[in-house]
């Protein structure tokens, strides 16, 4: 047979055995595997998703439950699709949204596509150092107070690090200001399991990345619509299928679409005690780091998510990864000062206990860590970010990039917060601070 340099990639890491920490949720342990003849399309009896009236739409009431939604709406490509429907419902053809500086590239891209003006609110430092903290609803309400045109508010929460944002005030700053809060929910599927989902807490729409945390195959994904005054007033949920339809390809995973509906009952009918359950063991987990020495994010956390800053044991993120790869755990994510895992009830016992052993196992904690230092000021915004994205780009060398306009968002980890964003000007603030954090080269757009 010809080579297979993926298929053997995937088959060989399979062979590693190592415990799985990042996504899918499933963790290769729930999904049946009739799925592969499940592999169907279109047909009378099978229902189509953007025009769904059979089996398809009785699985999205069905989730409805789940949620508490007014109305839920499935993905086969991904969260991406259902933040790019919520921009698309809330801000049609563009107009100004309030967004948090910290936000998935899928966010800054629907912006450049649908022509949206973003008016940035950065998070404040409340989770601990190296990490970007949370948007407060203060600061929403002074720029809504400063932008009466503004047609949302679109945050993230949880971030990569399981920090919780104030969702319930939030969607009360937002509400009485007359405009939809929507939540880049992709990291906090299952917390409507442990009472904490952000449309439970009043967000107008959620965008959930199911695969992340549930039992769903890679790129199922939930739409949410909440059932508040104005999702209703905004017809929201009669509106959504076409604004999915704009983005989302004509052929949706049959195999996704039934996972979701899998994962739906499973977690209807156990979900609730499993992560409870989980959300004890992690809690012991998060102790042991926290004895260490390592850091874990401050205030109101996703109780399973395991978030550890690694700098006080002398390693970065990176080296703490290698470490635990090395010990037979995979994790989620790494980056220079942080090492992320994400558990679900389908990690076994054996499993958890790994991850806990090799916590254990890191060196002792011999530093302390200093806050991280103030971010530069925002720089000055010289194009929309639909002109800079779509404009012919280049990279450079940081060095000569000084006045020039990013084509993308330089976004050093820590403190995980863009310096700059497509459309703004490369100050030179933003140049000493992205230099200090190693970033060497950074997209400009060509003018022409
Ligand atoms: C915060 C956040 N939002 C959105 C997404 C996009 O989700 P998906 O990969 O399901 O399209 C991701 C993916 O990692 C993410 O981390």
Redesign the pocket.
């Known amino acids: 047979m010809a080579k297979t340099p993926l298929y053997t990639a995937l088959q060989e890491h399979l062979e590693k055995k190592r415990a799985s920490f990042h996504t899918p949720g499933h963790k290769g342990r729930f999904l049946p595997h009739d799925l592969y003849e499940l592999d169907l399309t279109e047909l009378p009896d099978t229902d189509s998703l953007f025009e769904a009236d059979g089996c398809i739409d009785a699985a999205e009431k069905a989730a409805r439950e789940l949620f508490h939604s007014q109305a839920t709406f499935f993905s086969a490509?991904?969260?991406?699709?259902c933040?790019q429907a919520m921009f698309r419902l809330a801000a049609p053809q563009g107009g100004k949204v309030i967004s948090s500086r910290v936000?998935?590239r899928?966010?800054v891209n629907t912006m450049a596509l649908l022509g949206i003006e973003p008016v940035w609110v950065r998070p404040r430092p409340d989770a601990g150092p190296c990490l970007a903290g949370r948007l407060h609803p203060e600061d929403v309400k002074k720029a809504l107070e400063q932008n009466p045109d503004a047609k949302a508010v679109y945050v993230?929460s949880p971030?990569?690090y399981g920090v919780l944002a104030d969702i319930q005030g939030l969607s009360a700053v937002c509400h009485a200001y007359g405009v939809p809060l929507l939540v880049?929910n992709?990291?906090g599927t299952h917390l409507a399991l442990l009472g904490k989902h952000p449309l439970a807490l009043g967000a107008d729409l959620t965008?959930c990345?199911a695969?992340?945390t549930l039992p769903v195959l890679t790129?199922g994904?939930f739409l949410n619509v909440g059932d508040t005054e104005i999702s209703r007033k905004l017809g929201f949920a009669g509106r959504a299928k076409e604004a999915m339809a704009l983005f989302g390809s004509t052929s949706p995973g049959y195999p996704i679409m039934a996972s979701l509906d899998l994962a739906r009952a499973w977690a209807m009918e156990q979900g609730q005690e499993a992560w409870e359950e989980l959300a004890i063991r992690m809690a012991k987990i998060k102790e042991t780091a926290r004895k260490k020495g390592l850091l874990l994010p401050a205030g109101e956390t996703d109780p399973t998510r395991l978030a550890i800053g690694t700098l006080p044991v002398g390693m970065t993120g990176e080296e703490a990864g290698d470490f635990f790869r090395k010990k037979g755990v995979e994790p989620e994510h790494e980056d220079g000062a942080y090492l992320v895992c994400i558990a679900t009830p389908f990690n076994t016992k054996e499993e958890l206990d790994r991850l806990e052993e090799t916590v254990l196992a890191l060196p002792e904690a011999n530093m302390s860590i200093k806050e991280t230092p103030a971010l530069p000021p925002l720089p000055p915004v010289r194009m929309m970010p639909r002109e800079a994205v779509l404009a012919f780009q280049k990279s450079v060398p940081l060095e000569d990039a000084v006045g020039k306009i990013a084509g993308e968002a330089a976004c050093p980890c820590p403190p995980g917060v863009p310096i700059v964003m497509p459309g703004e000007e490369i100050t030179p603030e933003a140049i000493l601070f992205l230099n200090n954090y190693g970033l060497r080269s950074i997209q400009i757009i060509l003018q022409k």
């Open positions: 490509g991904g969260c991406t699709l933040i936000i998935h899928s966010a993230t971030d990569y880049d992709a990291h965008a990345s695969h992340k790129g994904a």
